[in-house]
């Protein structure tokens, strides 16, 4: 709630069009991705820590629908920024996956590299990229709202399993420190995934209209 609401009273004076998917890094710094396209101000931005009177651009457009954001932690990779972007229309499939970027904390603005696509161009077919988590491993964790799964990826972007099937349009993901995935489900409510990839017999929260999530 505190990153929302911070986000919330920055995007509306500086027209930066719905913020979506807030982290936090080790500074406190907060990042969050742009839902709707507001041309110059798509992107992802940063609240610098200490503060929620202005945010700071620090990735340049690089998909049509931004959403969550997280750090990655392990190999080639490590410390950079990840964002999940999709194109609700599938028009353009070089703006659907997941990107990195570096982490830049209050000055200049970077390019984001797609780490994995998703778009209908790729073996994986076509996904709608919500969420991103990582594990303590490393290993990275997408939501794919149009299909009701859960990807599990190497900290390179290779592709090891569906992690999760059957549900219903999972948006937000986050893991708590035991690696149980927490899963926010459209029309559903929130999912506690095991680390095996077990959901259990239904949510543990029949919220309908779930979205964000976090784990404290």
């Known amino acids: 709630p505190l990153y929302s609401s911070a986000a919330s009273d920055v995007y509306k004076r500086q027209n930066i069009c719905g913020p979506e998917g807030p982290s936090i890094d080790e500074d406190g710094n907060v990042y969050f991705n742009t839902y709707l396209p507001c ?39 490590a410390g950079q920024l990840i964002a999940a972007g999709h194109d609700n229309d599938a028009t353009q499939p070089e703006k659907i996956g997941i990107f990195i970027a570096p982490v830049i904390n209050t000055s200049g603005v970077v390019n984001a590299q797609r780490l994995i696509d998703l778009s209908s161009n790729s073996s994986l077919g076509l996904h709608q990229p919500m969420g991103v988590a990582v594990d303590r491993k490393g290993d990275i964790f997408v939501s794919s709202a149009n299909t009701g799964k859960i990807l599990q990826f190497d900290p390179e972007g290779n592709f090891i399993r569906d992690f999760v099937t059957g549900l219903f349009a999972p948006r937000h993901i986050a893991f708590d420190i035991d690696d149980n995935l927490y899963v926010s489900d459209a029309q559903v409510g929130i999912w506690k995934i095991t680390p095996d990839g077990n959901k259990g017999a239904g949510p543990i929260w029949n919220f309908p209209g779930a979205n964000g999530i976090d784990v404290e």
Do not use: C, H
Request: aromatic share 12%; charged share 10%; no cysteine.
């Open 39 to 77: 041309f110059p101000n798509d992107g992802i931005w940063i609240i610098p820590s200490g503060t929620t009177t202005e945010a700071l651009k620090v990735v340049n457009p690089f998909t049509v629908v931004g959403q969550g954001t997280n750090f990655l932690t392990k190999g080639t990779f």
